[in-house]
């Protein structure tokens, strides 16, 4: 399969298989682009692999790399991935997290490990499992696409590593951002005659300039309350799993006058930098909005599975 879609806790990801490029762990300290088989060397420690593309010599990129993990230096020779749309490397570091259908026993899940001949890493509750591939399983990848087609697996998810975004950091210009003293406290509110104690902020201005950036959208920040409106041009596009609870849908509740906290309370959080009102301490996080807080422990319960199963962060 040189093209494969995986299910993962944010969607669905499609992965093609690279044509020249392979990962490799290998016995000897020698660099791997010294060796009579590698091209050239992308990556000396991706995933715990080194990143390399093959001499192929008119071979396809399975046929060779089966060949190079004969070689005796080589321990482990697995395939790289592109997501659709990106150029940069995906790697299988071997761990798959899986988690099993509600009920399915420890027994049951123990088959299902022993037909890929995966090894437990850690278990995390009585559904939930770290597993690892082993040298008679198959690539990380694949097992992940088998598991999801059987009945007793909910989510088989490959923990994948890949090469770290460089950033042309900027900070936001957003009009109101002098205003917001949170963020950097100069001891000015721009406006009024007050004086602040000058460097009493959350230190967020600080924490963007040390990332080189303004967070990440793979991070999902879920705000817990009541009244918001998803259509606010700060919050409308980062939108993510919505849940309201009083009418256990994704259809929030909005437009009663009674109800206003949730839209300004996520906008601190992560109001977008578009270059208008204010900026959140994390711009580029997505928004998952949970309303219809209430004091019931059975809705805390709720609100907080909804969190755990839904991918916030």
């Not at 000396?44 to 190079?68: H, P, T």
């Not at 559904?127 to 909910?154: D, E, F, G, H, W």
Request: glycine share 8%.
């Amino acid at each position: 399969m040189s093209k494969l879609t995986i299910k993962s806790g944010k969607g669905e990801l499609s992965l093609k298989k690279s044509n020249s490029l392979v990962g490799l762990k290998t016995t000897t300290e020698k660099p791997s682009d010294q060796e009579d088989y590698v091209e050239s060397e992308l990556r000396s420690n991706l995933g715990g692999f080194q990143v390399v593309s093959l001499r192929k010599e008119g071979e396809d990129i399975d046929s060779k790399l089966d060949e190079v993990r004969q070689r005796d230096e080589v321990e482990v020779g697995t395939h790289v991935y592109y997501a659709e749309g990106s150029n940069k490397p995906l790697i299988a570091t071997g761990d798959i997290y899986i988690t099993f259908e509600d009920g399915v026993s420890e027994s049951e899940q123990a088959i299902v490990l022993e037909e890929y001949h995966l090894e437990v890493v850690e278990r995390r509750g009585s559904n939930r499992i770290v597993a690892r591939v082993t040298p008679r399983s198959p690539n990380p990848i694949k097992v992940a696409y088998m598991l999801q087609q059987i009945s007793l697996v909910k989510l088989a998810e490959p923990d994948l590593d890949t090469i770290l975004d460089e950033y042309e950091f900027r900070e936001p210009t957003d009009d109101l951002i002098g205003q917001q003293w949170h963020l950097r406290n100069n001891g000015n509110v721009p406006g009024t005659n007050y004086r602040l104690r000058q460097g009493a902020d959350a230190k967020v201005a600080d924490a963007w300039r040390r990332l080189g950036a303004l967070g990440s959208e793979r991070v999902v920040i879920a705000i817990i309350d009541n009244g918001f409106d998803i259509n606010h041009p700060d919050l409308r596009t980062k939108v993510f799993r919505p849940f309201d609870l009083w009418n256990q849908s994704p259809n929030l509740s909005m437009g009663d006058p009674r109800f206003t906290h949730g839209t300004p309370c996520a906008s601190v959080a992560l109001a977008v930098s578009n270059g208008r009102g204010i900026v959140g301490a994390a711009p580029n996080a997505m928004f998952m909005p949970i309303s219809g807080t209430s004091f019931s422990n059975r809705a805390t319960e709720q609100m907080f599975d909804y969190c755990i199963d839904n991918g916030a962060d």
